[in-house]
């Protein structure tokens, strides 16, 4: 890992200080001292995350809903020993479902920074402890302490201060969540909430993902796959996805392509498929989708999903995507689709199961959106890629006038209009008889003003021009 960003911070004890000394020294009102004490040390570059922004005195930090709440926890995590967690009293579980409930709300408010004053006032260890010590047959409470702890990280993740997953990791977080994930396996919402916190603290941490995945993880992903036909799991979809994202600037390679590859192994990419099967009747398809891209990672991978009717399933959700005007299941399961094309095997699955025409038919009903166009374009660019057949077959079902009317429609979405120059470059490159269709119909024109109008376009316009056989594809 690359080395910490330097960060100037500052202890309460010394912004109330500051506070204090704007009222005594400069004779300051007490929201007028405590204002400039914000603004100065925000203009000096400290960063005040995590920080109670109150007048000292007069309660001032203690009067906090979340330190109040953390203040009440503790007291009782006090009184509970790891050891006995069958005896915690009955009282003590009431109360910790309160508490912990208005913690959860509390940094779960967006903007408000209590989940970084959580964190800096021993939250995250505080949530970690508690979650160790409460029984199992406490499932209500347990749940509480899980969505508290996803909460407090969730929250802070951003925060250039408030590492609350370094935090997490070396308060034993990782090894007592996938504990009682193992333990819990039974309980619906226990999952969700542990699942939820897998996700907030492996993004952008590779070490937490490296740690999650020497835990085995991954096979409690596909113990809760494989209940899917009972209860729905929103979490475990997110888990998957950032456990397999390269999201953290401070390594130099990842391993996320590794762990995929265990997931395929194991038959997590053949349980993604299965939950693509209720269709739009599941409430998460659209993460089922993403959580089985990041998946397919090789060829095999994806044929393995193809062999396991994952072609069919992604086609007759696009389907239904736009019969029922879904944009977002639209563009997901496109984007899904484009993945899996990039096995030859699959573009020829694709191919016959009538899947460009599908793909066209789709590109009608989402005529007004660029962004679903875009989409549409790019499987058919992967499918034709190498194949002039498929190109032939792709023109016969539209491409071409898709590509021409998308582009006339709308020249101002740049992504979209680079995406037809690529799929035209792919049209056009093995396949003579598509050059002069696609050039007869006035495309030569239409990918010059892309290339114009459009930095981002301009490689690819170029690409598209000289394989379309176009000597002065470079002016």
């Known amino acids: 890992m690359g080395p910490a960003k330097t960060v100037r911070t500052i202890s309460q004890e010394a912004f109330d200080e500051v506070v204090r000394e704007n009222m005594e020294d400069l004779g300051m009102d007490p929201t007028e001292a405590l204002q400039d004490a914000i603004d100065t040390l925000t203009?000096?570059?400290?960063?005040?995350?995590?920080?109670?922004?109150?007048?000292?005195?007069?309660?001032?930090?203690?009067?906090?809903?979340?330190?109040?709440?953390?203040?009440?926890?503790?007291?009782?995590?006090?009184?509970?020993?790891?050891?006995?967690?069958?005896?915690?009293?009955?009282?003590?579980?009431?109360?910790?479902?309160?508490?912990?409930?208005?913690?959860?709300?509390?940094?779960?408010?967006?903007?408000?920074?209590?989940?970084?004053?959580a964190t800096k006032n021993g939250g995250v260890e505080l949530l970690c402890s508690l979650c160790s010590k409460i029984p199992m047959k406490s499932e209500l409470v347990l749940a509480s302490a899980l969505k508290s702890l996803a909460s407090a990280i969730h929250g802070t993740r951003e925060c250039i201060y408030v590492q609350s997953t370094e935090i997490?990791?070396?308060?034993?977080?990782?090894?007592?969540?996938?504990?009682?994930?193992?333990?819990?396996?039974?309980?619906?919402?226990?999952?969700?909430?542990?699942?939820?916190?897998?996700?907030?603290?492996?993004?952008?941490?590779?070490?937490?993902?490296?740690?999650?995945?020497?835990?085995?993880?991954?096979?409690?992903?596909?113990?809760a796959l494989n209940r899917q036909n009972q209860d729905s799991i929103q979490s475990v979809y997110d888990a998957i996805r950032v456990l397999l994202t390269p999201d953290?600037?401070?390594?130099?390679?990842?391993?996320?392509?590794?762990?995929?590859?265990?997931?395929g192994k194991i038959g997590v990419a053949v349980a993604l498929v299965d939950s693509?099967?209720?269709?739009?009747?599941?409430?998460?398809?659209?993460?089922?989708?993403?959580?089985?891209?990041?998946?397919?990672?090789?060829?095999?991978?994806?044929?393995?999903?193809?062999?396991?009717?994952?072609?069919?399933a992604v086609l007759r959700c696009i389907d239904d995507s736009g019969d029922q005007g879904n944009e977002i299941?639209?563009?997901?399961?496109?984007?899904?689709?484009?993945?899996?094309a990039g096995s030859d095997t699959n573009k020829s699955a694709i191919v016959e199961k009538a899947g460009l025409d599908r793909l066209i038919r789709l590109s009608a009903r989402f005529s007004d959106d660029p962004s679903v166009l875009q989409e549409v374009m790019s499987i058919i660019a992967v499918i034709s890629l190498r194949s002039p057949d498929n190109a032939a077959?792709?023109?016969?079902?539209?491409?071409?006038?898709?590509?021409?009317?998308?582009m006339q429609n709308f020249p101002a979405a740049q992504q979209m209009q680079r995406s037809a120059c690529i799929m035209i470059r792919n049209l056009a490159v093995r396949n003579q008889e598509n050059r002069t269709i696609m050039l007869n119909n006035g495309i030569e024109k239409i990918i010059r003003n892309a290339k114009e109008n459009h930095q981002s376009c301009k490689d690819a316009a170029s690409d598209a021009l000289r394989d379309l056989g176009l000597n002065n594809y470079n002016s």
């Open 393 to 406: 077959r792709a023109m016969e079902a539209g491409a071409g006038d898709l590509a021409i009317q998308a």
């Open 276 to 312: 693509l099967r209720l269709g739009l009747a599941s409430p998460s398809l659209v993460s089922a989708s993403i959580a089985l891209k990041a998946v397919a990672v090789n060829d095999e991978i994806c044929k393995s999903i193809a062999e396991n009717g994952g072609i069919d």
């Open 248 to 263: 953290d600037n401070r390594v130099v390679a990842s391993q996320v392509f590794g762990y995929a590859r265990r997931f």
């Open 329 to 340: 299941v639209a563009k997901s399961c496109c984007s899904l689709l484009s993945k899996l």
């Open 43 to 117: 203009l000096q570059g400290v960063d005040l995350s995590g920080i109670v922004t109150c007048v000292p005195g007069e309660g001032g930090v203690r009067d906090n809903p979340v330190i109040q709440c953390l203040d009440r926890l503790k007291q009782v995590d006090s009184t509970i020993s790891a050891t006995s967690k069958d005896r915690i009293a009955d009282s003590n579980l009431d109360e910790l479902v309160e508490l912990l409930d208005k913690l959860s709300q509390l940094c779960s408010l967006d903007g408000s920074g209590n989940s970084a004053i």
């Open 168 to 223: 997490f990791r070396k308060s034993g977080g990782p090894a007592i969540v996938i504990g009682i994930l193992k333990d819990g396996s039974q309980t619906v919402e226990i999952l969700n909430c542990g699942f939820a916190i897998v996700a907030a603290a492996a993004t952008g941490n590779e070490v937490l993902k490296e740690l999650f995945m020497e835990l085995k993880v991954d096979e409690l992903i596909l113990d």
